[in-house]
């Protein structure tokens, strides 16, 4: 059986939460960390070989103190993740054990992820060499300038917007990630295999793979978790 990591990056500064009080991966979804709910997708998989949570060292007190029983009992990996997101996956990476041929990456703020997406990404992962969830546009796109007029509608045939996990051969991902320093502004790592010309397949996401990035998500995730569990 092919083998993953699971790289979850958590060293986000939560700008866009809303609360000065605690980051998002801090917050209690249904009596646990956010961070902890997107780890508990994956801890139990015998595909996975290895977590890796990447954090920002500031956190660091907090998991050690806090949270070092679970960091245990789910065998999680630790690492100072950067500045920028692919920093904290760059660092990641050079934790994987070598026996993971395969590298995931899913957000931290995403907790509500189903184990039907998590398989459709690994498969296809398997069979194409790279692979990510996607959700087809169904909205209708406008491009506005700097003063907020709209300059354009944008077509939307062919759009998605993309999801985590995110799933790549690991050498594939190596090589792309070894060219980062010349792509500035990246916002996924399947950005990085395109650059480094790596095929990419998409596959089906889910609406119920809600990123919090706002504190009116944090509710919305609650329900969207009650109606998983109804299923």
Not at 33 to 47: C, G, I, K, M, N
Not at 100 to 128: K, M, T, W
Not at 182 to 210: H, Y
Request: proline share 6%; glycine share 6%; with cysteine.
């Amino acid at each position: 059986m092919s083998l993953f990591a699971v790289i979850i990056p958590a060293a986000g500064r939560s700008t866009r939460f809303g609360d000065p009080r605690t980051k998002k991966i801090f917050a209690d979804l249904d009596g646990r960390p956010v961070w902890l709910r997107s780890v508990e997708a994956f801890s139990e998989r015998t595909d996975v070989a290895q977590i890796i949570l990447a954090i920002s060292p500031e956190d660091r007190p907090i998991f050690e103190e806090r949270h070092q029983d679970l960091v245990s009992r789910l065998k999680l990996t630790l690492v100072d993740g950067g500045h920028e997101r692919v920093d904290s996956v760059a660092a990641a990476l050079t934790a994987a054990r070598p026996e993971c041929q395969f590298i995931a990456v899913h957000d931290a703020a995403r907790p509500c992820v189903e184990s039907g997406l998590i398989n459709r990404v690994f498969a296809a992962a398997r069979e194409y060499g790279a692979a990510i969830p996607g959700l087809a546009v169904t909205d209708t796109l406008k491009r506005a300038n700097s003063e907020g007029r709209i300059v354009e509608t944008v077509p939307r045939a062919s759009l998605y917007g993309v999801q985590t996990p995110q799933a790549f051969r690991r050498d594939w991902l190596d090589l792309a990630y070894a060219g980062r320093a010349n792509l500035p502004g990246i916002t996924d790592d399947a950005q990085l295999l395109e650059a480094a010309g790596f095929p990419c397949q998409i596959v089906e996401g889910s609406s119920f793979n809600l990123k919090i990035t706002r504190g009116e998500d944090l509710p919305l995730a609650r329900l969207l978790r009650q109606a998983m569990q109804a299923d």
